[in-house]
């Protein structure tokens, strides 16, 4: 019997268009992040795979998209479209290198009563099947008000919230207003990987096929990315775990024999080694001064169940599962860490923000960690300091419950490159000042790929910190795709911020409790000023859904704070949905050669703090000379009340070269 989830109406509202079933095999079509790869050259991170986008392959399926509408399927996809197939239907990707193995981003229904449903997806290369992957919504189909439901039909979560679907407080409400089961649904997608077996050439074609009878009523493909995997790395000298008695079927437990290795390790002065095998651990592995190395995230996976704990831990975690943790920063943390070449695939279904199921977590000094896989854990990444000289550099992390990577509480003198980020349930990337100000960081040449909900890069309070280089693609809901916040309760902003040399794409989500639409960058003064030496330059913002940039309080705090001076110069802007600038708050900002093109309403909407003084806005805008496109006209200068609170939308042609 196919399940049909209520859920489904997730796909409804979109464009769809039917494929030819006769269609025949398309030249491979390149992307990043769903754009021309010309037009983010030098940004983001230097992956080792080519990313094809399955609205650009042969299909006898259904192009779904392009749609930004939260809580359906086509926005939480790359690029805002994908390829949905029936029983019997596939879509077909030529290979555009050598390649041995495929990632596939998907999604197929949740359950009718929650917690995800299997489902079959053949693959064949050359017309032969190679394998049958076992597709899984568990991991997947998030319901309702934050920190959300697995149950499609629970009732609200805090019936004392305002919500947009009845512009109310239900509770607060007579008659209750009836809100329609499931309640936002959302988090549709996950991914697997794929080794081949062999090494097929470019111009080979890969066709994923959802076989007859499947149990999925549908099966939605996102993307394939193709790898050429190199073989597994192999450590003669180290503490190898098998010695211990670690299992590489995941038959038995390791974490005990893997927790025997360290130990031996740190007494030798050896690496610990874990060769290719997936090893079972349901615990944290306890880290400091000890290096530990796989043969490679393709072949040596540390999978784990999340596990009940007898009694809430003094943190308040309620549950424990698989990760590698640094001992607490109160009881000094520790250093000289370094983790490479293994996968770490978690258990995680729920939101429990006390847990500490994170894939790495606890504090780490002068350690390093690469080319690290994460996926299926609450945070990929998740650093309680104080903690300083951490490199963070070519893991991929995707399919988390919440963040990918969190600096939180005095992290310094740090860097953050070449990550990639991918379906995240929050921040994709956040420095958070929470307590002590990180401080001295750089994120640097990351990519990160559809967050789900919040931003692609946030940075709450700190000092001396650089957002440099990164290529942030479809923030899907509440969010931007850098977002420079005083929220939190983060210490305030002191010293400089740099934003520099980052692209944007198809940025600037809809905020449903103020019902407007947000910035690619979006400055936000809630809790304090923003008053720093902030300077942001050489950013291209491409495709916006509605500003560029946005600086903004709220209504509660609009004549507290303030944003005095931020800077931009050298900046290109392809495409907004409305204007290049929207000012909400009191302050200044500078602008210098900022270029614009396709802009979907005025250049500049000027509200400041919506006292509208016969002085002009609160805000004010200073022309320091080169802005072309006519969006910053003599007119608005310097603070032109120009205030339209939620204009209409244009959606913008795509993003060309400049």
Known sequence: MRILLAAAVAVTGLVAVQAPASALAKAPVVTRAALDPALVAGRGADVDFAEQEAENAATNGTVIGPGRDAYTLPAEASGRKAVRLTPGQ?????LPKAANAITVRYSIPDAPGGGGITAPLDVAVNGRKQATMTLTSQYAWLYNQYPFSNDPGAGLLHHDWWITECSCVPAATTPTPEIAKPFRPNHFYDEQRLLLGRTYRAGDTVRLTVPAGSNAEWTVVDLLDSHLVGPPRVEVVAANVLAFGADPTGRRDSAGAIDKAIAFAKRTRLKVYIP????????????????????????????????????????????????????????????????????????????IDTDQVNGVGGAMSDSTIDGLHIRHTKVGMWFDGPMRNIKITNNVIVDQIADGLNFHTGVTDSVVSGNLFRNTGDDALALWSDRTADARNTVDHNTVQTPVLANGIAIYGGTDNTVANNLIADPIREGSAIQVGSRFGAEPFTGRLRITGNTTVRAGTFELNWRIGLGAVWFYALEKDIDADIEVSGDHYLDSTYNAIMLVSEWSVKDLYAIPKVRFRDIRVDGTGTSVVSARVKGSASFQNVDARNVGAVGVNNCGAFNFPPTGSEFSLTDLGGNDGGWLAPWMLPNTITCDDRPPVVPPPPPSPW
Request: hydrophobic letters at 35%; zero cysteines.
């Open 90 to 94: 596939y879509v077909e990707f030529t």
């Open 276 to 351: 290719p095998g997936t090893y079972q651990v349901n615990r944290h592995i306890l880290v400091d001064n000890v290096t530990i190395t796989g043969a490679g995230s393709w072949y040596t996976i540390i999978k784990g169940r999340q596990t009940d704990l007898g009694a809430p831990a003094p943190d308040g975690s309620v549950h424990t599962g698989v990760g590698f943790y640094g001992k607490d920063a109160a009881a000094g943390g520790s250093r000289n860490v370094h983790l490479s070449g293994f996968a770490i695939e978690g258990d995680v279904r729920e939101r």
